[in-house]
Nanobody, 114 residues
Framework: QVQVVESGGGLAQPGGSLRLSCAAS????????MGWYRQAPGKQRELVAI??????NYADSVKGRFTISTGNAKNTVYLQMNSLTPEDTAVYLC?????????WGQGTQVTVSS
C-alpha cells in the first residue's frame, strides 16, 4: 500500500507565500516523478509542477512564482508558492509516478484572499 500525504495549505493574502509538503510512503518501486496538481471549483485538474529525473516542468501560470523541489527524506516533494494571487485558490494534490502505478494524495486546500 502506498500513502501520499500533503500538508501546508491554508489561507494566504494576495502577494503572500505558502509552502506545501508531500510525503509518500509504502512500496514505491522505480520512482519516476513527483508532481503537484490543482483543482479549483468547477474547473479541471491541472498540472502545476512536476519533477522527474533531471527534468522540471511548470505550468505557464506559475513560472517564476512557484518552485518545486525534492527533500532529503525519501519520497518527499515540496512546492514553494510565492506572489500568490486569488487565481491560485484550489485544492492542491500531490502525484507520485512510479513503476507500480500513479498515486495521489487527498489534497490540501489553498485559499488566497484578502
Amino acid at each position: 500500500q502506498v500513502q501520499v500525504v500533503e500538508s501546508g495549505g491554508g489561507l494566504a493574502q494576495p502577494g503572500g507565500s505558502l509552502r506545501l509538503s508531500c510525503a509518500a510512503s509504502g512500496s514505491i518501486v522505480n520512482l519516476a516523478a513527483m508532481g503537484w496538481y490543482r483543482q479549483a471549483p468547477g474547473k479541471q485538474r491541472e498540472l502545476v509542477a512536476i519533477i522527474g529525473t533531471g527534468t522540471i516542468n511548470y505550468a505557464d501560470s506559475v513560472k517564476g512564482r512557484f518552485t518545486i523541489s525534492t527533500g532529503n527524506a525519501k519520497n518527499t516533494v515540496y512546492l514553494q508558492m510565492n506572489s500568490l494571487t486569488p487565481e491560485d485558490t484550489a485544492v492542491y494534490l500531490c502525484r507520485i509516478v512510479a513503476g507500480t502505478g500513479n498515486y495521489w494524495g487527498q489534497g490540501t486546500q489553498v485559499t488566497v484572499s484578502s
